[in-house]
């Protein structure tokens, strides 16, 4: 299924790469919004977040087609919409809230049964989001892969090489036949979340990773001389599979 190479910039300062984070997304919204009259984003949690800071700022804040974007989670928290700990409160407050982007095209976990905490049913009804969007022509199915195809995935990356909620040691990374699955013994706290798959991740045409910071280091170092099987070093893309790191996150390389 890897399809790309993996494409590696070292930023001087973490604004240089918080402005490249803008400047590609932008590029990519241009061109999906001209080509097909949307754009699909996916969102990850954690930092990458604070790191979207000069989307919503000028010039991009005027120039992007907020209207045509369609937003969705790589992974998401199972708790509630208002909890400090939701992936979907943390986009809301931090951007979304920020843009005009239509409410119909923010799909988030489902509310009530994220606030019941089962992860299971909320896998399965982000799937089912996921699969309905597909019957509107919304998001396509790669040709190639067979799963879901989303215009741009925006992916942070733990300490331990984690990405999305597919941990190192935890059978979710295997996964070949979902589309979203589900843990509910995270080691990165809460417990409880769904993720996109391996197979969906990948499928996506452009994955931007963004990496900063010194705890990093070793797990970019580790996923760089590819002697070590992370999950993050699983990541490809069908168009461009691109890592954004600071100094910090370079440092061991
Ligand atoms: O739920 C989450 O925590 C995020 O969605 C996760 O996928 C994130 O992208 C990585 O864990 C990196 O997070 P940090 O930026 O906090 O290291």
Not at 150 to 158: A, P
Request: net charge negative; hydrophobic share 40%; glycine share 4%.
């Amino acid at each position: 299924m890897a399809t790309t190479q993996r494409k590696v910039v070292v930023f001087p300062s973490k604004n240089e790469l918080y402005e490249a984070m803008a400047k590609y997304t932008a590029n990519l919204s241009a061109k999906f919004c001209k080509e097909k009259g949307l754009f699909t984003v996916v969102l990850s949690g954690g930092d990458l977040i604070d790191w979207l800071c000069k989307l919503v700022q000028p010039p991009y804040i005027d120039s992007i087609e907020w209207s045509k974007w369609h937003v969705f989670w790589v992974d998401e928290r199972v708790c509630s919409w208002d909890d400090p700990n939701s992936n979907y409160k943390l986009a809301m407050d931090g951007f979304l809230c920020k843009v005009p982007i239509p409410s119909q095209n923010i799909y988030a976990i489902d509310k009530h049964l994220a606030s019941d905490g089962n992860a299971e049913n909320c896998a399965t009804l982000y799937e089912e989001c996921l699969r309905n969007l597909v019957k509107e022509n919304i998001i396509p199915i790669c040709a190639k892969t067979g799963f879901p195809q989303f215009d741009l995935e925006l992916l942070g990356m733990g300490p331990d090489g984690h990405m999305a909620s597919l941990f190192p040691g935890h059978n979710q990374i295997n996964e070949k036949e979902k589309w979203v699955t589900y843990i509910t013994d995270s080691p990165k706290q809460p417990p409880k979340r769904i993720t996109f798959t391996l197979p969906v991740i990948n499928s996506a045409l452009y994955n931007l990773m963004a990496v900063c910071d010194k705890e990093q280091a070793h797990a970019v170092a580790e996923i760089m001389k590819q002697n070590k099987p992370l999950p993050s070093a699983h990541l490809s893309a069908q168009v461009e599979n691109v890592w954004y790191l600071d100094q910090a996150a370079a440092s061991m390389l």
